[in-house]
Structures are given as structure tokens and as C-alpha cells.
Nanobody
């Protein structure tokens, strides 16, 4: 069984920084793409950033230049460093991994709240 566990998140003032991390564990043969989605209240879930196993990255336009995604392939972890946070970044953030295992598929973390407010 594969699990993704997130850490980080919380309350930060506008302009502040916050880091999220996500660790995949279980019977994992290989992890392909990893990344982060977010869902704000009353809105659809959107892809924030993704990173391939070769570390090619992709960001939604609204976070480019402010957020940085990274991963450690040896540890099956993915991180999201968020700088210059804005109130509109407030959302529940979910990590995911496209994992090759006995049941291949996209696996999700439980979600972590990020609130940007003064």
C-alpha cells in the first residue's frame, strides 16, 4: 500500500514564506511525476506545480517566480517552497505522485491548509 504524507502549512502573513513537504512510502517501484494541487474555498482544484523524475518543472502562471518545487528521488519526497505569499494563495494544498507499484496510479496526500492573512 502506498501512502503520501504531507507536512508544513499553516498561517503566514502576506509577503511571508512557507514550505511544504510530502513523502511517499510503501511498495514503490518508481515514482514518475510528483506535484502539488490546491483548492481554495468555493473553487476547483488547480495544479500549482509539477516535477518529473528528471526534474523538469511546470508552474501555474500565478506562482511563477514565487514558488519552487523540488524532489529527492532517493527518498521519494517532493517539496514546495512558497515565497512572497499572497492572500489568494490561501487554500488546501495536496501533493500527488504518479507511482508505479502493484496498483499503478496517482496517489494523493491528505491535504494541508495554507492561510495567508495579516
Amino acid at each position: 500500500q502506498v501512502q503520501l504524507v504531507e507536512s508544513g502549512g499553516g498561517l503566514v502573513q502576506p509577503g511571508g514564506s512557507l514550505g511544504l513537504s510530502c513523502s511517499a512510502s510503501g511498495s514503490i517501484f518508481r515514482v514518475n511525476d510528483m506535484g502539488w494541487y490546491r483548492q481554495a474555498a468555493g473553487k476547483e482544484r488547480e495544479l500549482v506545480a509539477s516535477i518529473s523524475s528528471g526534474r523538469a518543472t511546470n508552474y501555474v502562471d500565478s506562482v511563477k517566480g514565487r514558488f519552487t518545487i523540488s524532489r529527492d528521488n532517493a527518498k521519494n519526497t517532493v517539496a514546495l517552497q512558497m515565497n512572497s505569499l499572497k492572500p489568494e494563495d490561501t487554500a488546501v494544498y495536496f501533493c500527488y505522485g504518479d507511482i508505479v507499484t502493484y496498483a499503478n496510479g496517482r496517489y494523493w496526500g491528505q491535504g494541508t491548509q495554507v492561510t495567508v492573512a495579516s
